[in-house]
């Protein structure tokens, strides 16, 4: 089956602008969390949505912030970005429906630079 | 704060050695889970280890999870240039010390290099 399928790829903005990504998940998961990946903090949790409905937040600022559609696929949106934007933002996937995590499933992720 | 620390943070080494990565936390996790990331895409599981003391090898890969079910470690046999990648660690919390129910807590990774 397909797997998670994020969009864009790449993209560059720039300080003050806002940025949306997409993601769509596994057919049938109805789990998707998004984590922001940096050299030097690794991957950190943003949010997790399961059916339609924000699980978990992790501590990043009012300017990240996600919703979840009725056929599971996600975006997240930042506004009025920063140069610390600058990320790999990956998308996961999960079949888990309790409130394990299962394994999750990520996409390529989203490589966002912010000049 | 990172509740799971991952050393050794970088780790060079030719093809044929053996290996171990760690994955420490003073948190108690409902599971661990191992993945592996490779340039240009996202972690893929590699295993979840959920009992104390469990040991799970698969194929040249052999994964520890410590007792107290705090810390774990992962231990190649006979390194070879396909296993390159950043190995993540990832704890599932249970909704104390600090960790939400359910939620996976990520380490920062150990960058492997094997070379041929």
């Known amino acids: 089956k397909a797997g998670v399928t994020q969009t864009p790829r790449y993209l560059i903005k720039t300080r003050g602008q806002q940025v949306t990504l997409s993601c769509s998940p596994i057919?049938?998961?109805?789990?998707v969390s998004w984590y922001q990946q940096t050299p030097g903090q690794g991957l950190q949790f943003l949010f997790e949505?399961?059916?339609?409905?924000?699980?978990n937040k992790g501590n990043f600022p009012g300017r990240f912030s996600g919703r979840q559609f009725s056929n599971s696929r996600s975006e997240m949106n930042v506004s009025t970005l920063e140069l610390g934007d600058s990320a790999l933002y990956l998308c996961?996937?999960?079949?888990?429906?309790?409130?394990?995590?299962?394994?999750?499933?990520f996409g390529e992720g989203s490589r966002l630079t912010v000049l | 704060t990172q509740l799971l620390k991952q050393s050794p943070q970088f780790l060079s080494i030719q093809e044929g050695e053996n290996l171990t990565v760690y994955c420490n936390s003073s948190?108690?996790?409902?599971?661990l889970q191992w993945y592996r990331q490779e340039p240009g895409e996202g972690p893929v599981l590699l295993v979840t280890v959920v009992t104390g003391g469990e040991v799970k090898k698969l194929k040249r890969l052999t994964f520890q999870f410590g007792d107290a079910r705090k810390d774990s470690s992962l231990h190649i046999t006979a390194a070879q240039p396909g296993d390159t990648g950043l190995y993540l660690c990832a704890g599932e919390g249970r909704g104390d010390r600090g960790s939400t129910l359910g939620r996976l807590y990520f380490g920062r990774g150990t960058q492997l290099t094997v070379w041929p």
């Open positions: 948190s108690v996790f409902s599971s």
């Open positions: 996961a996937s999960s079949a888990q429906g309790g409130t394990g995590s299962g394994e999750l499933f």
């Open positions: 057919s049938g998961h109805r789990s």
């Open positions: 949505y399961f059916s339609e409905t924000q699980r």
